[in-house]
Protein backbone atom coordinates (compact mmCIF):
# COMPACT_ATOMS: atom_id res chain seq x y z
CA UNK A 1 0.00 0.00 0.00
CA UNK A 2 2.62 2.46 0.71
CA UNK A 3 6.45 2.20 -0.31
CA UNK A 4 9.09 4.34 0.70
CA UNK A 5 12.61 3.58 -0.43
CA UNK A 6 15.76 5.53 0.69
CA UNK A 7 13.76 9.02 1.45
CA UNK A 8 16.39 11.52 2.06
CA UNK A 9 15.33 15.42 3.22
CA UNK A 10 18.02 18.05 4.08
CA UNK A 11 16.82 21.50 4.44
CA UNK A 12 19.19 24.34 4.08
CA UNK A 13 21.68 22.20 2.83
CA UNK A 14 25.12 24.41 2.15
CA UNK A 15 24.73 26.31 4.83
CA UNK A 16 25.34 26.64 8.52
CA UNK A 17 21.98 25.77 9.65
CA UNK A 18 21.49 22.61 7.09
CA UNK A 19 19.27 19.48 8.86
CA UNK A 20 18.92 16.60 7.32
CA UNK A 21 15.66 15.34 8.50
CA UNK A 22 14.83 12.32 6.43
CA UNK A 23 18.26 10.18 6.15
CA UNK A 24 17.70 6.88 3.79
CA UNK A 25 14.00 5.98 5.10
CA UNK A 26 13.04 2.69 4.28
CA UNK A 27 9.24 1.75 5.02
CA UNK A 28 6.51 -0.56 4.04
CA UNK A 29 3.18 -0.61 4.79
CA UNK A 30 0.71 -3.48 3.82
CA UNK A 31 -3.29 -3.49 3.22
CA UNK A 32 -4.99 -2.72 6.64
CA UNK A 33 -1.40 -1.86 8.33
CA UNK A 34 -1.78 0.70 11.77
CA UNK A 35 1.55 1.41 12.50
CA UNK A 36 2.05 3.87 15.38
CA UNK A 37 5.35 6.74 15.03
CA UNK A 38 7.26 7.75 18.04
CA UNK A 39 10.44 9.77 18.44
CA UNK A 40 12.10 12.80 20.14
CA UNK A 41 12.19 16.34 18.95
CA UNK A 42 13.29 16.53 15.30
CA UNK A 43 13.39 12.71 15.16
CA UNK A 44 11.62 12.97 11.67
CA UNK A 45 8.17 12.37 12.37
CA UNK A 46 6.52 15.04 10.60
CA UNK A 47 9.02 16.02 8.08
CA UNK A 48 7.97 12.04 7.04
CA UNK A 49 4.37 12.34 6.96
CA UNK A 50 4.56 15.68 4.74
CA UNK A 51 6.99 14.29 2.57
CA UNK A 52 4.22 11.41 2.38
CA UNK A 53 1.76 14.13 1.62
CA UNK A 54 3.30 16.27 -0.82
CA UNK A 55 4.62 19.14 1.51
CA UNK A 56 8.16 18.42 0.59
CA UNK A 57 9.51 17.19 -1.91
CA UNK A 58 12.44 14.92 -1.23
CA UNK A 59 16.20 15.41 -2.63
CA UNK A 60 16.33 11.80 -3.13
CA UNK A 61 14.44 8.23 -2.77
CA UNK A 62 10.85 7.39 -3.98
CA UNK A 63 7.34 7.00 -2.26
CA UNK A 64 5.01 4.93 -4.09
CA UNK A 65 0.97 4.74 -2.68
CA UNK A 66 -1.03 1.99 -4.23
CA UNK A 67 1.50 0.79 -6.46
CA UNK A 68 1.79 4.71 -7.70
CA UNK A 69 4.78 6.72 -7.79
CA UNK A 70 3.65 9.63 -6.17
CA UNK A 71 7.16 11.24 -5.64
CA UNK A 72 6.93 14.32 -7.54
CA UNK A 73 2.69 14.35 -7.50
CA UNK A 74 1.85 17.70 -6.30
CA UNK A 75 0.34 17.80 -3.55
CA UNK A 76 -3.20 18.34 -4.31
CA UNK A 77 -3.19 15.56 -6.75
CA UNK A 78 -1.87 13.34 -4.51
CA UNK A 79 -4.53 14.25 -2.00
CA UNK A 80 -7.19 11.70 -3.86
CA UNK A 81 -5.25 8.85 -2.30
CA UNK A 82 -5.03 10.43 1.43
CA UNK A 83 -7.25 11.43 4.32
CA UNK A 84 -5.47 13.74 7.21
CA UNK A 85 -6.01 14.95 10.45
CA UNK A 86 -3.51 17.49 11.96
CA UNK A 87 -2.35 18.22 15.57
CA UNK A 88 -4.42 21.32 15.76
CA UNK A 89 -8.08 21.39 15.37
CA UNK A 90 -8.31 24.54 13.93
CA UNK A 91 -7.18 23.01 10.57
CA UNK A 92 -8.64 20.02 8.19
CA UNK A 93 -11.99 22.05 8.68
CA UNK A 94 -13.62 25.28 7.07
CA UNK A 95 -14.74 27.04 10.11
CA UNK A 96 -17.06 29.42 9.10
CA UNK A 97 -19.48 26.21 7.62
CA UNK A 98 -22.07 23.89 8.91
CA UNK A 99 -21.09 20.52 10.21
CA UNK A 100 -23.18 19.13 7.08
CA UNK A 101 -21.34 21.70 4.67
CA UNK A 102 -18.13 20.28 6.05
CA UNK A 103 -18.91 16.97 5.37
CA UNK A 104 -20.43 17.61 1.93
CA UNK A 105 -17.14 19.20 1.15
CA UNK A 106 -15.63 15.78 2.37
CA UNK A 107 -17.98 13.60 0.27
CA UNK A 108 -17.21 15.11 -2.51
CA UNK A 109 -13.32 15.34 -2.64
CA UNK A 110 -12.02 13.98 -6.14
CA UNK A 111 -15.12 14.15 -7.78
CA UNK A 112 -15.85 16.96 -10.77
CA UNK A 113 -17.88 19.60 -9.12
CA UNK A 114 -21.02 21.78 -10.49
CA UNK A 115 -23.79 24.21 -9.83
CA UNK A 116 -26.18 22.93 -7.56
CA UNK A 117 -28.63 23.22 -4.91
CA UNK A 118 -27.31 22.93 -1.25
CA UNK A 119 -27.26 19.38 0.43
CA UNK A 120 -29.79 17.05 -0.08
CA UNK A 121 -32.33 15.41 2.41
CA UNK A 122 -30.64 12.01 1.79
CA UNK A 123 -27.33 13.71 2.50
CA UNK A 124 -28.22 15.24 5.57
CA UNK A 125 -29.68 11.52 6.98
CA UNK A 126 -26.79 9.96 6.05
CA UNK A 127 -24.16 12.45 7.72
CA UNK A 128 -26.30 12.29 10.46
CA UNK A 129 -26.20 8.78 10.72
CA UNK A 130 -22.05 8.99 10.64
CA UNK A 131 -22.40 11.77 12.86
CA UNK A 132 -24.24 9.38 15.24
CA UNK A 133 -21.50 6.78 15.67
CA UNK A 134 -19.36 9.43 16.88
CA UNK A 135 -21.82 9.32 20.23
CA UNK A 136 -21.05 13.11 20.53
CA UNK A 137 -24.57 14.36 20.27
CA UNK A 138 -23.31 16.61 16.99
CA UNK A 139 -25.61 14.72 14.76
CA UNK A 140 -28.39 16.84 16.18
CA UNK A 141 -25.95 19.72 15.00
CA UNK A 142 -26.25 19.71 11.45
CA UNK A 143 -26.22 23.45 11.22
CA UNK A 144 -23.69 24.25 13.69
CA UNK A 145 -20.63 25.58 12.69
CA UNK A 146 -17.51 23.82 13.39
CA UNK A 147 -15.53 26.69 14.54
CA UNK A 148 -18.16 26.81 17.58
CA UNK A 149 -17.16 23.34 18.63
CA UNK A 150 -14.63 22.25 20.71
CA UNK A 151 -11.33 20.76 20.29
CA UNK A 152 -12.89 17.33 20.79
CA UNK A 153 -15.99 17.79 18.55
CA UNK A 154 -13.71 19.45 16.03
CA UNK A 155 -11.12 16.65 16.09
CA UNK A 156 -13.72 13.85 15.65
CA UNK A 157 -15.68 15.61 12.85
CA UNK A 158 -12.13 15.98 10.91
CA UNK A 159 -11.55 12.42 11.63
CA UNK A 160 -14.80 11.83 9.72
CA UNK A 161 -14.35 14.21 6.99
CA UNK A 162 -10.66 12.59 6.52
CA UNK A 163 -12.16 8.73 6.12
CA UNK A 164 -15.27 9.60 4.43
CA UNK A 165 -13.96 8.32 1.17
CA UNK A 166 -12.04 5.38 2.22
CA UNK A 167 -8.42 6.95 1.69
CA UNK A 168 -6.21 4.73 0.48
CA UNK A 169 -3.60 5.81 3.21
CA UNK A 170 -4.64 7.67 6.65
CA UNK A 171 -2.24 10.49 8.05
CA UNK A 172 -2.45 11.07 11.39
CA UNK A 173 -0.10 13.68 13.10
CA UNK A 174 -0.69 14.19 16.48
CA UNK A 175 -4.20 14.72 16.35
CA UNK A 176 -4.61 14.40 20.04
CA UNK A 177 -1.60 16.02 21.48
CA UNK A 178 -3.73 19.40 21.65
CA UNK A 179 -6.38 17.94 23.84
CA UNK A 180 -6.93 17.38 27.16
CA UNK A 181 -5.80 14.06 28.61
CA UNK A 182 -9.78 12.74 28.76
CA UNK A 183 -10.81 14.23 25.52
CA UNK A 184 -7.59 12.89 23.75
CA UNK A 185 -8.43 9.03 24.69
CA UNK A 186 -11.99 9.79 23.73
CA UNK A 187 -10.61 10.40 20.05
CA UNK A 188 -8.29 7.47 20.29
CA UNK A 189 -11.16 4.96 20.92
CA UNK A 190 -13.44 6.48 17.51
CA UNK A 191 -9.48 6.77 15.71
CA UNK A 192 -9.19 3.15 16.97
CA UNK A 193 -12.73 2.20 16.10
CA UNK A 194 -12.92 3.63 12.71
CA UNK A 195 -9.61 2.54 11.45
CA UNK A 196 -10.58 -1.04 12.19
CA UNK A 197 -13.89 -0.83 10.94
CA UNK A 198 -12.95 0.42 7.76
CA UNK A 199 -9.52 -1.81 7.66
CA UNK A 200 -7.43 1.40 7.17
CA UNK A 201 -3.71 1.52 6.21
CA UNK A 202 -2.99 4.13 8.59
CA UNK A 203 0.13 6.04 9.89
CA UNK A 204 -0.06 7.47 13.54
CA UNK A 205 2.59 9.84 14.78
CA UNK A 206 2.30 10.19 18.78
CA UNK A 207 4.20 11.63 21.34
CA UNK A 208 2.84 9.81 24.07
CA UNK A 209 4.42 5.89 24.61
CA UNK A 210 1.69 4.22 25.85
CA UNK A 211 -0.46 5.71 22.91
CA UNK A 212 2.12 4.04 20.55
CA UNK A 213 2.10 0.77 22.18
CA UNK A 214 -1.73 0.10 22.58
CA UNK A 215 -3.09 1.10 19.43
CA UNK A 216 -2.14 -0.24 16.03
CA UNK A 217 -0.33 -3.71 14.83
CA UNK A 218 2.96 -2.07 14.51
CA UNK A 219 5.06 0.23 16.55
CA UNK A 220 8.13 2.18 14.95
CA UNK A 221 10.55 4.85 16.77
CA UNK A 222 12.73 7.33 14.31
CA UNK A 223 15.79 9.23 16.00
CA UNK A 224 18.00 11.43 13.64
CA UNK A 225 15.72 10.79 10.05
CA UNK A 226 16.16 7.25 11.00
CA UNK A 227 13.74 4.08 11.49
CA UNK A 228 15.89 2.51 14.70
CA UNK A 229 13.10 0.42 16.10
CA UNK A 230 10.23 -1.37 13.98
CA UNK A 231 8.21 -3.95 15.93
CA UNK A 232 4.66 -5.70 15.44
CA UNK A 233 2.65 -8.48 16.31
CA UNK A 234 2.92 -10.13 19.51
CA UNK A 235 6.20 -8.29 20.20
CA UNK A 236 4.99 -5.24 19.92
CA UNK A 237 1.58 -6.78 22.04
CA UNK A 238 3.82 -7.60 25.26
CA UNK A 239 5.83 -4.11 25.24
CA UNK A 240 6.09 -1.92 28.02
CA UNK A 241 7.06 1.40 28.16
CA UNK A 242 10.45 0.84 29.93
CA UNK A 243 10.70 -2.05 26.93
CA UNK A 244 10.51 0.38 24.17
CA UNK A 245 12.95 2.73 26.37
CA UNK A 246 15.17 -0.18 26.29
CA UNK A 247 15.00 -0.67 22.25
CA UNK A 248 15.79 2.98 21.88
CA UNK A 249 18.51 3.00 23.54
CA UNK A 250 19.93 -0.14 22.45
CA UNK A 251 19.31 0.80 18.66
CA UNK A 252 20.60 5.17 19.50
CA UNK A 253 23.03 4.32 21.76
CA UNK A 254 22.04 6.90 24.43
CA UNK A 255 18.93 7.90 26.60
CA UNK A 256 15.56 8.52 25.29
CA UNK A 257 15.46 12.14 26.22
CA UNK A 258 11.93 13.41 24.92
CA UNK A 259 9.56 14.96 28.51
CA UNK A 260 5.86 15.09 26.01
CA UNK A 261 7.28 11.23 25.23
CA UNK A 262 7.85 9.97 29.03
CA UNK A 263 5.42 12.16 30.84
CA UNK A 264 2.94 10.88 28.04
Excluded at 184 to 197: D, H, Q
Aim: glycine content about 8%; hydrophobic content about 40%.
Amino acid sequence: MLKITNLQKTFNPGTVNAKTALNGIDLELHDGDFVTVIGGNGAGKSTLLNAIAGVWKPDFGTIEIDGVDVTNMAEHKRAKFLGRVFQDPMKGTAPDMEIAENLSIAARRGTKRKLRWGIKKAEREEYKSLLATLELGLETRLSCKVGLLSGGQRQAVTLLMATLKRPKLLLLDEHTAALDPKTASKVLELTNKIVSENKLTTLMITHNMRDAIEYGNRLIMMNQGEIIVDVSGEEKKNLKVDDLLTLFTKASGKEFANDRAMLG
